[in-house]
């Protein structure tokens, strides 16, 4: 499943309705346009990809975070786009955090389901095994909060 | 000898990026949750969000091979960049449309937005 950068494009339908959005009613875009659009856009990425991929660098992290993507856009004199891209995070972030809590809590009832059944039904090895996962489970999320906190810095 | 030289790449990409994998997973219950909870839930947060797929653009970036880890933000910031790039473009681009009075786009009136706007001199030479 290699693909070239090339050969990765962005899905069609969703760069039409981001160019027909932008543009007043009335206003057609042929289909050479539209194609051209979409390379373009691709290109954006790559570009954008490399340039915040440089900051990230300098800092000496292994990891590209949102500021190394935002100084990116400054380096390309994209200003423009800081002030709603900043608002679009700040959405996203909080987005995020409410997603987290809610499959939390799923996680919890789960468990609450797990246990349960395991008196009824399952018993020994399997019941345990379950909660092993679990557990693990558990443990995981909180090894990945501390390195999301890093990245966020 | 290609496969063996992009064997190691993908796994270390997997490995590196299988944090917001797992993420993005959690994402996607929650999406299944939501028209449980109510129906305007999805309507707002997808309004508010990325139209491009983070997915996609994600397959994108990692096709970089300096490029190891990525947040989740960070594909989330350069898929937002990616649409308001795509807006700009696309009216920049109408403006020759419109001084050759024709309420098309064509692929010329791309080229000239490209020559003529210093934002877009990186995208010289790199269209078909």
């Known amino acids: 499943m290699a693909e070239r950068p090339e050969d990765l494009n962005l899905p069609n339908a969703v760069i ?27 290109v954006f990425v790559l570009y954008a990809t490399s340039c915040a991929n440089n ?38 972030k909080k987005d995020q955090k409410g997603k987290k809590e809610v499959s939390e809590q799923k996680r919890k009832d789960k468990e609450k389901k797990v246990d349960s059944g395991n008196e009824k039904s399952r018993e020994d090895e399997e019941g345990e095994e379950e909660e092993e996962e679990e557990q693990q489970c558990m443990e ?3 090894e990945e909060e501390p390195e ?6 | 000898m290609a496969a063996a030289v992009e064997a190691p790449v993908p796994a270390e990409q997997d490995s590196a990026l299988c944090g917001s994998e797992g993420e993005t997973r959690g994402a996607e219950v929650e999406e299944k949750s939501q028209p449980q909870t109510g129906s305007t839930g999805p309507a707002v947060s997808h309004s508010r969000l990325s139209k491009l797929p983070l997915a996609r653009i994600k397959a994108l970036m990692k096709t970089d091979p300096d490029v190891s880890l990525a947040s989740q933000e960070s594909v989330f910031i350069i898929a937002k960049a990616t649409e308001l790039f795509v807006e700009m473009i696309a009216k920049d681009a109408l403006v020759y449309a419109q001084q050759g009075k024709r309420k098309t786009l064509q692929r010329k009136d791309l080229d000239n937005a490209i020559e003529a706007v210093d934002e877009f001199a990186f995208l010289e030479g790199t269209l078909d």
Do not use: C, H, W
Not at chain 1, 18 to 42: C, F, M, T, W, Y
Not at chain 1, 64 to 89: T, Y
Not at chain 1, 148 to 153: M, P
């Open chain 1, 55 to 92: 900051f990230a660098m300098k800092a000496k992290r292994k990891t590209l975070n949102a500021g190394d993507v935002l100084a990116a856009m400054e380096e390309m004199e994209f200003e423009r786009f800081l002030e709603p891209l900043r608002e679009a995070l700040e959405v996203y």
């Open chain 1, 16 to 42: 039409t309705r981001i160019i027909k959005e932008a543009l007043p009613d009335g206003v057609n875009v042929s289909k050479e346009a539209r194609r051209a659009i979409s390379q373009a856009a691709s």
């Open chain 1, 148 to 153: 999301e906190e890093e990245v966020e810095n």
């Open chain 1, 140 to 142: 995981e999320e909180p």
